[in-house]
């Protein structure tokens, strides 16, 4: 069964203050991973995708990397509005779908 | 271009009574999926369709039925409403990477 566990579930910083989210999977054939903010209140909103371990891609104060058996989002130097629940997911090639299979994800509050 | 559009955004059902919760897309993806989130529990996944006239079932789909007539829309239909289907509902669109997800329907049922 594939698994995707995310850790910490809370993480409370200061503004300027760098830290990492970390993602670990059990899947049998990784097509993709992905990850995903989400604002209290809306649906999530896409970040980034990954497809192959080594792989790296940045967004602004946000970087992501992937290794064979774990993600890691790294936040440098957040800012307030940063302060979202951040989930992750991966694509499996079971079933020939497309459909992700999410953590429960890590609630970020950054202090200013 | 309005992306995933669900209604309604909030709902309160008395213990069994049936309704629909309304997702349509306008990005012409083939694949459209229902979640439920709920505190602590993570996003899971009720049913999908990976395109017209083919639905599948996810993690949870007891109590839940789908349908597919067009590519627009996917609606969820909640037979006879229980308490513990109090969620957070959300319906996705994607075409195979990123998914597009609509802004949710809080239901509560009493």
């Known amino acids: 069964e594939d698994q995707v566990t995310q850790s910490p579930e809370a993480l409370r910083l200061q ?11 059990t ?31 940045e967004k602004e104060r946000l970087k992501a990397t992937l290794t064979k058996k774990e993600s890691f989002l790294h936040i440098t130097a957040p800012k307030p509005e940063d302060s979202a629940t951040y989930l992750c997911a991966v694509q499996t090639e079971t079933g020939g779908s497309y459909i992700p299979t999410f953590g429960r994800g890590t609630s970020l509050i950054v202090h200013p | 271009n309005a992306g995933v559009t669900q209604t309604p955004k909030f709902q309160v059902l008395k213990t069994g009574q049936s309704m629909t919760l309304q997702c349509a897309q306008d990005m012409n993806h083939e694949y459209m999926s229902w979640y439920r ?61 990123e998914a597009f997800f609509g802004q949710g329907t809080r239901l509560t049922v009493v």
Not at chain 2, 75 to 85: G, T, V
């Open chain 1, 15 to 25: 503004e300027g203050e760098s830290s990492s989210l970390n993602c670990s999977y």
């Open chain 1, 27 to 57: 899947v049998s054939g990784l097509r993709g991973l992905f990850w995903y903010r989400q604002d209290p209140g809306k649906g999530p909103e896409f970040l980034f995708t990954l497809y192959s371990a080594g792989e790296e891609k």
């Open chain 2, 37 to 97: 989130q709920d505190p602590g529990m993570g996003l899971r996944l009720i049913h999908y369709s990976v395109g017209a006239g083919i639905t599948d079932q996810g993690e949870v789909p007891n109590g839940y039925n789908v349908s597919r007539s067009t590519t627009e829309d996917f609606p969820l239909r909640l037979l006879s409403a229980a308490p513990s289907q109090t969620s957070v509902y959300f319906c996705a669109s994607s075409i195979g990477t």
